[in-house]
């Protein structure tokens, strides 16, 4: 039988939370994976002549490629003071009300060429796929204003038909409060313009809202979210990140595909997310750029074992924008197993198949099992505990998207 690709000899495939195989290969044809098991099983059913292409993986560990549920990759400008402000003390409220933070990044994209804002995304896909992300979700939020927020879109659509990266696209009007606007006034606006304007359009899938102190109360949020849900956007929020608002508990009522951050997040939050069947998503990367907490996976998984949620019960991301400018999901999944204690299998799943849920999608992206789409990293390793356990290097040494290899 021909078969598009064949991965052979694997020391490591990580097929999925349960399965991991030693000295294994992988079976890709039509852009989905066909067959996975061990070597020798493998090469007699499909034998490396009948393969368009080989990749030789001895010595090396094969997972999938990684699912980055939550980035604001699209900006302009640069904020590396505010990294410096920060070790001085600064707290990002503080930042935000000097006029950095959102709005700096706001000016900066208002001011950016539609042909600088493609370029600056097209070069942050370039890194990460490079770091083995395949599939990656992307906000508007820095544009405040109806016709710079459907430029954002319209290059993130642009930028997932030129680049192989998968590009998911989330309309993200309500990130801040535009500066010398009412709150209340400018969620009429979103509501009455933006989404209808955003629907038609037709780029964005999700609706998602800052809600939080210094940003949109629950109440605002909540008519957002409704009224984005009744244009078929689903729903995602910011919650809980900074102060705890309610904000998961809403997230809960209007059923998000995820809530995101969860740094202040309670018992009774977490079993309102799990009973409403919302993915926890988690950003390591934005408690380490901060210097504050991070968040309590153990509660959140201690939670989901007691109601019998499947595994991976969680997800993380990179949350990669100007303030936590973080482009590796293997660096996000050390800061999981570091400052959030989970175990390194754990962690991988969570930055592969739980961020797969956190984007809706239940057609095995994220795993390698059969008929899977063939999203898949080689790590230049024997086993997948190395992409979080050698940190500060990356260990991702080819990516295949959709069957194809496109980086090595």
């Known amino acids: 039988m021909t078969v598009d690709l064949l991965l052979h000899d694997a020391s490591e495939v990580l097929v999925d939370p349960d399965e991991q195989l030693e000295n294994a290969s992988v079976v890709v044809d039509d852009g989905e994976v066909v067959a996975t098991g061990p070597a020798t099983e493998?090469?007699?059913?499909?034998?490396?002549?009948?393969a368009s292409r080989t990749v030789d993986a001895s010595g090396r560990a094969v997972i999938p490629g990684f699912v980055d549920s939550h980035t604001h990759a699209l900006f302009a400008g640069d904020r590396s003071d505010e990294f410096a402000a920060k070790l001085r003390g600064k707290t990002?409220?503080?930042i935000l009300a000097e006029g950095g933070g959102i709005h700096r990044t706001v000016e900066a994209v208002r001011e950016?060429?539609?042909?600088?804002?493609?370029?600056?995304?097209?070069?942050?896909?370039?890194?990460?796929?490079?770091?083995?992300?395949?599939?990656?979700?992307?906000?508007?939020?820095?544009?405040?204003?109806?016709?710079?927020?459907?430029?954002?879109?319209?290059?993130?659509a642009e930028a997932d038909d030129r680049h192989p990266v998968d590009v998911v696209a989330t309309f993200m009007g309500a990130h801040a409060v535009p500066r010398?606007?009412?709150?209340?006034?400018?969620?009429?606006?979103?509501?009455?313009?933006?989404?209808?304007?955003?629907?038609e359009q037709g780029v964005a899938s999700f609706n998602d809202v800052f809600c939080d102190e210094g940003a949109f109360t629950v109440e605002q949020s909540r008519r957002v979210l409704e009224a984005g849900a009744e244009y078929g956007l689903t729903p995602k929020i910011h919650a809980e990140e900074l102060v705890r608002t309610g904000a998961a508990q809403l997230a809960a009522d209007v059923g998000a595909?995820?809530?995101?951050?969860?740094?202040?997040?309670?018992?009774?939050d977490v079993e309102a997310l799990?009973?409403?069947?919302?993915?926890?998503?988690?950003?390591?990367?934005?408690?380490?750029?901060?210097?504050t907490e991070y968040a309590h996976a153990d509660e959140f998984l201690a939670v989901a074992d007691e109601m019998g949620v499947d595994a991976p019960a969680i997800a993380i991301a990179s949350d990669l924008n100007p303030n936590c400018y973080a482009q590796s999901m293997g660096f996000a999944s050390t800061l999981a197993c570091v400052g959030m204690k989970l175990p390194?299998?754990?962690?991988?799943?969570?930055?592969?198949?739980?961020?797969?849920?956190?984007?809706?999608?239940?057609?095995?992206?994220?795993?390698?099992?059969?008929?899977?789409?063939?999203?898949?990293?080689?790590v230049d390793a024997p086993t997948a505990v190395h992409v979080p356990y050698n940190f500060g290097v990356n260990t991702v040494d080819t990516v295949i998207k959709g069957g194809r290899v496109v980086h090595e």
């Open 344 to 378: 390194p299998m754990d962690a991988l799943a969570a930055a592969t198949v739980g961020g797969a849920r956190a984007l809706n999608r239940s057609d095995g992206l994220g795993t390698l099992r059969e008929g899977a789409p063939a999203d898949v990293a080689v």
């Open 92 to 94: 990002y409220q503080e």
């Open 274 to 291: 799990y009973e409403a069947g919302v993915t926890p998503v988690f950003l390591p990367g934005t408690a380490f750029g901060l210097d």
């Open 257 to 268: 595909a995820s809530a995101d951050h969860l740094l202040m997040a309670t018992r009774e």
């Open 42 to 50: 493998i090469e007699r059913e499909y034998p490396r002549e009948n």
């Open 180 to 199: 010398q606007e009412d709150a209340d006034e400018y969620v009429d606006r979103v509501v009455d313009e933006f989404l209808p304007a955003v629907t």
């Open 112 to 156: 950016a060429s539609r042909e600088t804002l493609l370029d600056n995304l097209l070069a942050e896909l370039d890194v990460l796929l490079a770091h083995g992300t395949t599939t990656v979700e992307v906000k508007s939020g820095y544009g405040l204003d109806l016709d710079i927020e459907l430029l954002m879109l319209d290059v993130i």
